[in-house]
């Protein structure tokens, strides 16, 4: 029996969307990592970066040779791997690439404490459920350096909650804040600007997706074995 011409044609036309919709689906959970990256390659060489550390927290010594951003989003699951928490996602990077570590904590242990170098947040809206803890963490920031990286710990481990303000700045005052000055920073408004300033930044040195960090003229966007890490880190100390 030949089938109906109209119902054949609707059938594939049925087929064609559920495929985008896996597409776009596979890409909203990986920020379209693997898949709809510009390059094959784990990094990228960016002809002329353009970045200054502006009012950004830093991690370390802040005269050290080499400076590490690192372009995040308290939602994004692979940032928080990357960070050393959501073990689903760090089995899956694991498993995935060889000799595949947390590369945040690491950089920290070997580079920042050593004082060989010094990493720099910058907030990319990618996952789009994060930004009241990106908030609460700019408030932070203008009370200190490290309440924000104290907090920037809170929030990649409670990342179910933040979307929820009233959550994130629970932890905020946990950690000891001045609540007061944190409520009239948020009223206030002023962390827009720090956000808008965060993603021209990244549009202009070709970064797409989180987590990403570019030390010196080489943009690392896909995950990579902390050995290459280290080897970049360590290529731009000789120079």
């Known amino acids: 029996m030949n089938e109906n011409p109209d119902v054949k ?10 495929a985008v919709i896996v597409i776009l689906i596979i890409g909203l ?29 830093v991690l370390g010594n ?17 940032c928080a791997a990357a960070d050393g928490e959501n073990q689903q ?18 950089i920290i242990e070997e580079y920042a ?28 920031k203008k009370q200190s350096d490290t309440l924000f990286w104290q907090f920037h710990e809170l929030a990649f481990a409670n990342q179910a909650d933040t979307g929820d303000i009233i959550k994130m700045k629970a932890l905020a005052q946990q950690l000891g804040a001045n609540i007061t000055q944190l409520d009239e920073y948020i009223a206030s408004g002023a962390f827009n600007s720090e956000f808008e300033n965060d993603k021209n930044m990244a549009i202009a040195n ?11 003229n080489i943009l690392v966007d896909k995950p990579i074995a902390y050995s290459e890490f280290k080897k970049i880190i360590d290529d731009q100390l000789t120079k």
């Open 9 to 18: 044609q609707a059938n594939k036309t049925l087929y064609i969307a559920l």
């Open 29 to 57: 959970f990986t920020n379209g990592f693997g898949l709809f990256g510009k390059s094959s390659n784990s990094v990228t060489v960016i002809p002329n970066p353009q970045l200054e550390i502006g009012n950004s927290p």
């Open 62 to 78: 802040p005269d050290a040779k080499v400076t590490i951003y690192e372009f995040s989003d308290f939602s994004c699951p692979f």
């Open 89 to 106: 996602y760090m089995n899956s990077l694991k498993s995935q690439v060889k000799g595949w570590e947390p590369p945040v904590p690491n």
């Open 113 to 140: 404490k050593t004082g060989k170098a010094k990493i720099v947040f910058k907030y990319l809206k990618t996952h789009g459920t994060g930004q009241a803890a990106h908030v609460v963490a700019s408030g932070l």
């Open 206 to 216: 070709g970064v797409q997706g989180t987590p990403s960090f570019i030390i010196g």
